[in-house]
C-alpha cells in the first residue's frame, strides 16, 4: 500500500475511533467475577485494575489472565464465560450489537468456555478468522497464533469464516473445527488429543453458579501499574475493527516517553495513530502560499 493509501486509512481509521462515545459505566456492566485463581487484570480506559472475585465487567473491557490463572464471568441472565490462562479477551465491542452481553465477544488469543443462557440472543464470539455464531450450548475456544480451534461441547453453533465467506458451517454436539490462518477449516466428529491435553483442568468439569454470592455487593477493583506498549502490542496490531476502538481510550498515554516511541517505531502495523502522533500533517494548508488545495484534513 502506497503512504498515500496508508494515510487515508489511519484518517478513517481515526474517525471511526471517535464516532465511540463511552457510556455510563452502570449502563455498562455486563458480568461478575465470580471465580479467579491467578492473577489477572482488566484493561479499562487507558488504566489497569487488578481483577478480584466481585469485580464488575463493563462494556468494552479488555481481561488479561496470568500464566496460571482460571476466571469465570457471569452475567444476571445467565450466560457463562470461563477465561483459561495467558486469555485475552475484550468483552462486547462498542461496534457490536447495542444489548451484547459478555457472550458477544473477541477472544484475541488463549483458551474461552462460553455457556450460553438458558433463555435470551445466542452468543457470538469473533476471532480474526472465524466467528462463532448461534451458539445454544457450551463450546471450548482456544485461539494459538494463527489457529482457531471451536469445539462443541453441547448444543449447536455455526462457524463463519473472517473476512465474510458464506454460508456459515452449522457445527452439531461433540464436533471439533479447526482453521488455521486463512485455510479452509476441517471440522472433524471429535477433538484432537492436543487438544484435549491442554485442555484448562477447570474446563473439564461443570462448575456451579457463583452469583448470588455477590448480589447487592459493589466491589471496587484497585488501579495496578500503568501497562507497557509490549503488554498491549497485540491489541493494537489486531483486528482493525477491534483495535480502532484502542485510540481514544490510549491517546492518553502519547505524553510517555517509552510508549510514544513504540507507537513511532511500529507505526506501519498501526497507521490510525498517524494523525495522532503527526497532527501537523492533517492541518489544512495556506491556499494563500500557492500550495493549492488541502491534501489532508485532521480528523480532529
Same mark, same amino acid.
Request: hydrophobic share 45%; glycine share 8%; with cysteine.
Given at each position: 500500500m502506497t503512504l498515500t493509501g496508508l494515510a487515508a486509512k489511519a484518517t478513517c481509521l481515526?474517525?471511526?475511533? #471517535?464516532?465511540?462515545?463511552?457510556?455510563?459505566?452502570?449502563?455498562?456492566?455486563?458480568?461478575?467475577?465470580?471465580?479467579?485463581?491467578?492473577?489477572?487484570?482488566?484493561?479499562?480506559?487507558?488504566?489497569?485494575l487488578i481483577a478480584t472475585e466481585g469485580v464488575t465487567v463493563l462494556r468494552g473491557d479488555i481481561v488479561h489472565t496470568g500464566e496460571r490463572a482460571?476466571?469465570? /464471568?457471569?452475567?444476571?441472565?445467565?450466560?457463562?464465560?470461563?477465561?483459561?490462562?495467558?486469555?485475552?479477551?475484550?468483552v462486547a465491542p462498542p461496534e457490536r450489537r447495542a444489548r451484547a452481553g459478555i457472550g458477544d465477544a473477541f477472544l484475541l488469543s488463549g483458551w474461552l468456555k462460553l455457556t450460553a443462557a438458558p433463555k435470551g440472543p445466542p452468543p457470538s464470539?469473533?476471532?480474526?478468522?472465524?466467528? /462463532?455464531?448461534? /451458539?445454544?450450548?457450551?463450546?471450548?475456544?482456544?485461539?494459538?497464533?494463527?489457529?482457531?480451534?471451536l469445539f462443541v461441547e453441547r448444543g449447536d453453533a455455526r462457524a463463519a469464516l473472517r473476512p465474510a465467506a458464506p454460508p456459515a458451517l452449522a /457445527?452439531?454436539?461433540?464436533?471439533?473445527?479447526?482453521?488455521?490462518s486463512a485455510q479452509r477449516p476441517v471440522v472433524s466428529?471429535?477433538?484432537?488429543?492436543?487438544? #484435549?491435553?491442554a485442555l484448562p483442568p477447570a474446563f473439564r468439569d461443570t462448575l456451579p453458579s457463583r452469583l448470588a454470592k455477590f448480589s447487592g455487593t459493589k466491589v471496587e477493583p484497585k488501579r495496578?501499574?500503568?501497562?507497557?506498549?509490549?503488554?498491549?502490542?497485540?491489541? !493494537?496490531?489486531?483486528?482493525?475493527?477491534?483495535?480502532?476502538?484502542?485510540?481514544?481510550?490510549?491517546?492518553?498515554?502519547?505524553?510517555?516517553?517509552?510508549?510514544?516511541?513504540?507507537?513511532?517505531?511500529? !507505526?506501519?502495523?498501526?497507521p490510525e495513530w498517524d494523525p495522532v502522533l503527526f497532527p501537523e500533517k492533517y492541518k489544512p494548508k495556506d491556499s494563500e502560499t500557492g500550495r493549492g488545495k488541502d491534501e489532508k484534513k485532521s480528523p480532529y
Amino acid at each position: 500500500m502506497t503512504l498515500t493509501g496508508l494515510a487515508a486509512k489511519a484518517t478513517c481509521l481515526a474517525l471511526c475511533a #471517535l464516532a465511540w462515545v463511552a457510556l455510563p459505566a452502570a449502563a455498562q456492566s455486563l458480568a461478575t467475577v465470580t471465580i479467579l485463581e491467578g492473577d489477572a487484570f482488566i484493561l479499562r480506559g487507558a488504566q489497569r485494575l487488578i481483577a478480584t472475585e466481585g469485580v464488575t465487567v463493563l462494556r468494552g473491557d479488555i481481561v488479561h489472565t496470568g500464566e496460571r490463572a482460571f476466571m469465570r /464471568l457471569e452475567s444476571t441472565d445467565g450466560t457463562i464465560a470461563d477465561l483459561g490462562a495467558t486469555s485475552r479477551l475484550m468483552v462486547a465491542p462498542p461496534e457490536r450489537r447495542a444489548r451484547a452481553g459478555i457472550g458477544d465477544a473477541f477472544l484475541l488469543s488463549g483458551w474461552l468456555k462460553l455457556t450460553a443462557a438458558p433463555k435470551g440472543p445466542p452468543p457470538s464470539v469473533w476471532m480474526s478468522t472465524v466467528e /462463532l455464531q448461534e /451458539l445454544t450450548g457450551t463450546v471450548v475456544v482456544r485461539v494459538a497464533g494463527d489457529e482457531v480451534d471451536l469445539f462443541v461441547e453441547r448444543g449447536d453453533a455455526r462457524a463463519a469464516l473472517r473476512p465474510a465467506a458464506p454460508p456459515a458451517l452449522a /457445527l452439531k454436539p461433540g464436533e471439533y473445527f479447526v482453521r488455521k490462518s486463512a485455510q479452509r477449516p476441517v471440522v472433524s466428529p471429535r477433538p484432537a488429543s492436543s487438544f #484435549l491435553s491442554a485442555l484448562p483442568p477447570a474446563f473439564r468439569d461443570t462448575l456451579p453458579s457463583r452469583l448470588a454470592k455477590f448480589s447487592g455487593t459493589k466491589v471496587e477493583p484497585k488501579r495496578a501499574a500503568a501497562f507497557t506498549y509490549a503488554e498491549v502490542e497485540d491489541w !493494537l496490531t489486531t483486528d482493525v475493527a477491534v483495535r480502532r476502538h484502542l485510540l481514544p481510550r490510549w491517546r492518553g498515554r502519547l505524553g510517555e516517553p517509552a510508549f510514544r516511541a513504540a507507537l513511532l517505531a511500529n !507505526l506501519r502495523a498501526h497507521p490510525e495513530w498517524d494523525p495522532v502522533l503527526f497532527p501537523e500533517k492533517y492541518k489544512p494548508k495556506d491556499s494563500e502560499t500557492g500550495r493549492g488545495k488541502d491534501e489532508k484534513k485532521s480528523p480532529y
